[in-house]
């Protein structure tokens, strides 16, 4: 089945606990992305991969990483974490990026629920 | 900076009433995505809007994309309750030099259905 896995689906941790949530898709596509979704803002980007080792920020990149050593797994990285990043964070991924002339709507992993304390 | 507004942010409507959600953004994007969230679970693509006058239907919605107007609009035909969800639309925009564009996202429409 073509999907977008993440994990783990809950995640509660301390200040400054490095965590990684990881995030793999089996249908071979080129771009990947992070989302943070919060009450009243709607989803954010957070950064993005074109292919495999070609990453860029999006609109809130601080306090995040990402790598891109595989074509299916785009993990994201919080070093420190503070409580201004508990979020509800959205994997997706679509075949081609979202640019001029492509028609590939994202594919959504189920997301995963980050608690900062 | 691309801003994507949707209007309006909560809607409540019987069933059987017809509504339009609307979606502005603010840059030349050819293209508009439309994604529904059910409480607590992920986005899925509804629709994909290529170019100026496309119009895609699928049950009781129907979307639709004005690029010279910078609008798309989402319209419930008869709302049933299986339809309430959140709805978002999301333009392409933010160009880096590497050919590869971000997808931003509308804050979204949180639709109510009420029998």
């Known amino acids: 089945e073509a999907q977008v896995t993440q994990n783990p689906r809950y995640l509660i941790t301390v200040t400054g606990k490095k965590l990684t949530v990881t995030c793999s898709q089996n249908?071979?596509?080129?771009?990947m992305s992070w989302y943070r979704q919060d009450p009243g803002l709607g989803l954010r980007q957070i950064y993005y991969?074109?292919?495999?080792?070609?990453?860029d920020k999006g609109d809130v990149p601080e306090g995040y990483k990402v790598s891109r050593k595989e074509k299916r797994n785009f993990p994201l990285i919080l070093e420190s974490p503070s409580p201004n990043q508990t979020s509800l964070y959205f994997c997706?991924?679509?075949?081609?990026?979202?640019?001029?002339?492509?028609?590939?709507?994202?594919?959504f992993g189920n997301g995963t629920r980050l608690t900062v304390t | 900076e691309l801003k994507v507004e949707q209007n309006p942010l909560f809607l409540s409507m019987q069933e059987g009433k017809n509504y339009t959600i609307y979606c502005n953004y603010s840059?030349?994007?050819?293209?508009l995505y439309w994604y529904r969230q059910d409480p607590g679970k992920s986005l899925e693509s509804l629709f994909v809007?290529?170019?100026?006058?496309a119009v895609k239907q699928e049950g009781r919605l129907m979307a639709s994309l004005d690029t010279k107007a910078r609008l798309s609009t989402l319209h419930i035909t008869a709302a049933v309750h299986d339809l309430s969800a959140t709805y978002f639309c999301?333009?392409?925009?933010?160009?880096?030099?590497?050919?590869?564009?971000?997808?931003?996202f509308g804050k979204g429409t949180k639709l109510s259905v009420i029998p």
């Open positions: 249908m071979n596509h080129e771009y």
């Open positions: 991969s074109m292919n495999v080792e070609v990453t």
């Open positions: 840059t030349t994007s050819d293209r």
């Open positions: 809007l290529l170019s100026n006058g």
């Open positions: 997706a991924s679509s075949l081609r990026p979202p640019a001029p002339l492509q028609n590939s709507p994202l594919h």
């Open positions: 999301a333009a392409p925009t933010g160009y880096s030099g590497a050919g590869s564009y971000q997808l931003t």
